[in-house]
């Protein structure tokens, strides 16, 4: 019965055998590698060499089980009257990318047969396979501890609210334990990695479950989020809860990189008083820190939103925090508030992209376009009026003079621009072809054309391709002598108030035949360039919900003598 019990244990074990688990057996004295842990220790984790250590089929104590080839109580002699080996290949976690196997094989040719060992490295070709870990317990059971009456009200302080999380002591912040591979590493931000404070991370409250808020949720880094949630508060406590004073969210420092001891201090940006009727009103003291407070039967400066903006470098460095504040009041009636949370982030010496309406196209303002790499977001010119031109018109009309000369193609504005081009009979094809598409495209023509005029450039769905057409002559020189772009727009939503939506954008080069001319001879060609907005909306109609019908049938002689 024992035996049988032990083996349990080690089919427990053999599941994981990366890890160590804890064992309540016997241990074998003096034996490296097989020495038990006392069941009140700590897990140990297993280095990648000690995979040859690891025995899952050794169950006797101080002696060769049979056709356990990672005994290492058998001797050769042992291994000699082997059949088989009953476990063939030891590994760590199957789920990780790489690890050590230790593989055990039997040469039955040789006399007497011998045991085979090799230690390989094993690559799991899975895609969802685990490349490296920074979670100690996420590989391992760990006893959980049991209430008792000394530490009950510690756990009721930790998981008696509606909603709890991990402490951020679970989180690798030791730095004093970090692998000595790592620590000339230079640390810096990646795309959602949590933004880490002095205390443990920068909190953005949101809905887990349902909607009330929890406070355990991290701001990524690069990742803009808004969420609303709903809070419990009371007049007469509203003073006790932090999570509706000013001081909850500006109290900790940020690191400006993981794992640093530079501190950046968040700023508070401007602060919104609201009314109980709606009414806001912008403080012109900013940095003076109001918490909340009775006053007359009311809770004041009770923090209704949070708007962080976060400033950083291209290496990953955080430099500036500062936070906008909305502070509103309640009465004894309210039970609940709804709060706002935001966050931005924006690179240090650079300008966001100017919009051209919010969200629609506003009649005048530039039309925005941009390029689309391959696996990549929109990127768009900063000048906001070089993104999508045409040949701009100059006072001689030549066209040679006027290349580089470029107009905005304003939404709503049909225009038409064009000069004149003098070809001699030493011009080639090819390179005046070459010349034309440059003066009627510009040097960088863009894909891609933004829906709306507050299109992200994130947002690829958001932005319209556009269309090349050709048309051309059969001949041997075609040259393009026309650029013609048609923007097709749309009204999008509400009736009252319709927001100009583009939906398709096509820009056909129109191209003729150019003949050799004789020695000494000239020619002037026209070479225009236009823009038609044309508007495919629906007629716009309307809807109200259809008047109820009455389907009764009444008897034929209801109405009678009257009918």
Known sequence: MFVWFLWKSMKVQSINPFWVRDARCQTKPSQEGHRMQSPHKKTTKITSTAVAKLCVCDLLVAQCDVNCCCDPDC?????????TCSVPIVTGDSRLCSQKAAIYSLDVEANPPERIFKLIDQVNPSVFCIYTTNYKQALSFSSPEMPTSENFDQ????????SFSAEPDSWNM????????????????EY??????VDAFLRLPSPVVSSWCSDANPAGFLVNQATKCIRSVSVEKCGNIQAVSMLFYINS????????????????????????????????????????????????????GVSYHITYTDAGEIIEAAASFVLGAINKEVLSIQQSFEISFTQVNTKPVPLSGNPGYVVGLPVRAGFRPQGSGIIQNTNKYGQLTILQSTANQDCLAAQGARAPVLFGYNMISGCKLRITAAMTCQPLTQTILDLLKGQSFP????????????????????????????????????????VKWTKYGSLVNPQARIVNVTAMITTTTLKQLPSGRERTIPITSSVVFTDISSPAEPGYKAWPTINVKLPFDFFFPFV
């Open 155 to 162: 756990f009721l302080q930790q998981f008696g609210s509606a």
């Open 174 to 189: 030791n730095t004093d334990a970090q692998n000595p591979s790592d620590a000339n590493e230079n640390y810096r931000y």
């Open 192 to 197: 959602g990695v949590p933004i880490q404070t």
């Open 253 to 304: 420092s940020i690191l400006a990189v993981p794992k640093s001891s530079q501190m950046v201090n968040i700023t508070v940006q401007s602060v919104v008083v609201q009314s109980l009727n709606g009414m806001r009103t912008l403080l012109n003291g900013s940095d003076v820190l109001r918490l909340p407070m009775i006053l007359d039967e009311l809770c004041i400066n009770i923090v209704l």
């Open 447 to 486: 894909e891609y054309v933004a829906s709306f005029g507050s299109s992200q450039a994130q947002d690829v769905l958001d932005w319209v391709p556009i269309t090349h057409l050709h048309t051309s002559e059969q001949s041997t020189c075609q040259i393009p002598v026309s650029l013609e772009i048609e």
């Open 75 to 83: 001797s050769a002699a042992d291994f000699s009257v082997f059949t």
